[in-house]
């Protein structure tokens, strides 16, 4: 079982987002199942309700070094990465990182940004170094990408290819809160934003060793076939051009195991699978068209897939 003291930490970190993210417990669970997970998460929504302060509340909650880049068409991918410039006195080329070497990052409007420039993100998502010039750079430790998108705007807009999507452990979106809890931004906001005073509960040290217990959460035979079923049964539905692939059946995995972490349970049941996979299934889905104009849904495809998939009864032992 996790320790107590590993799940006070967890639940110190989703009570810390708390302090400025009112009505939001859903989206910051998820934020957390993936950053313990060590994945990426792709955030979805209209301007205006609180995707940048999210990011932002994430990253002093753990005392990271946070870093935002605001994509733009003009952007390059050494604006990201960074670049070697020769110094003269010292007669070689020094390497000047740019802002992907943090550890909370937030890639804003991502889509705004051309595909080369997107591309700059898949080596450092899904290898957690990058390469300039040749030579390799380990990225800190902890690294986590949280990209933002709005749903409405195409105009001006670069659709994220299929293997940048592939990178992102789960997408969600936050929604509009209800009337009670945006009466309660505006009356926490009236004299000072509630992140100026948020402080790290946690440090980087001890969120690294958390994901390592999080690795440590077993897994059976059995919840790994369920989840390579599913995985299959997006790939043969009828209504799905492309399926999903053997990474996203991995990242189904560690998002259960992060979740499984988080209820306090050192292993993973039927119920952590299904509760995670509309958010690591959905995005990585290709819907032939003809079912799109049929009204048929990427979370429609996901529910019909684990409506016929038999859920498999664990065996209970004690690793």
Do not use: W
């Not at 789960?170 to 209800?178: A, S």
């Amino acid at each position: 079982m996790p320790s107590s003291e590993s799940i006070i930490k967890v639940n110190r970190i989703i009570e810390n987002i708390e302090k400025v993210m009112i009505g939001k417990r859903e989206a910051i669970e998820l934020s957390v199942v993936a950053l313990l997970a060590q994945g990426h998460v792709l955030l979805e929504d209209v301007p205006g309700v609180g995707k940048t302060m999210m990011v932002r509340s994430l990253a002093k909650s753990i005392g990271a070094d946070f870093r935002r880049i605001q994509f733009t068409p003009d952007l390059l991918p050494s604006d990201v990465t960074g670049v070697s410039i020769y110094n003269p006195k010292e007669m070689e080329f020094q390497f000047v990182p740019g802002p992907i070497l943090g550890n909370i990052i937030l890639a804003d409007e991502i889509n705004r940004t051309s595909p080369k420039t997107q591309s700059a993100l898949l080596e450092a998502m899904e290898e957690s170094s990058i390469t300039i010039d040749g030579i390799t750079h380990s990225l800190n430790k902890p690294f986590f990408v949280m990209a933002t998108q709005n749903p409405i705007e195409y105009e001006g807009t670069y659709p994220l290819p299929e293997a940048q999507l592939d990178r992102f452990l789960l997408k969600m979106n936050m929604g509009y809160p209800t009337m009670e809890e945006e009466m309660e931004v505006l009356t926490r906001v009236q004299i000072q934003a509630p992140i100026e005073k948020l402080e790290a509960v946690v440090s980087t040290e001890e969120l690294v060793l958390l994901q390592n217990e999080v690795k440590q959460v077993y897994v059976d035979e059995t919840i790994k076939r369920y989840i390579v079923e599913m995985s299959i049964g997006t790939r043969t539905h009828p209504h799905v051009y492309l399926g999903v692939s053997p990474r996203g059946s991995i990242a189904l995995m560690k998002a259960a195991q992060s979740y499984a972490f988080m209820q306090g349970r050192d292993y993973v049941i039927p119920d952590d699978v299904q509760s995670l996979i509309k958010a690591v299934f959905v995005h990585r889905l290709i819907v032939k068209s003809e079912a799109k104009f049929e009204g048929v849904s990427a979370e429609a495809i996901v529910d019909d897939v684990v409506s016929q998939i038999a859920v498999p009864i664990q065996r209970l032992v004690n690793k």
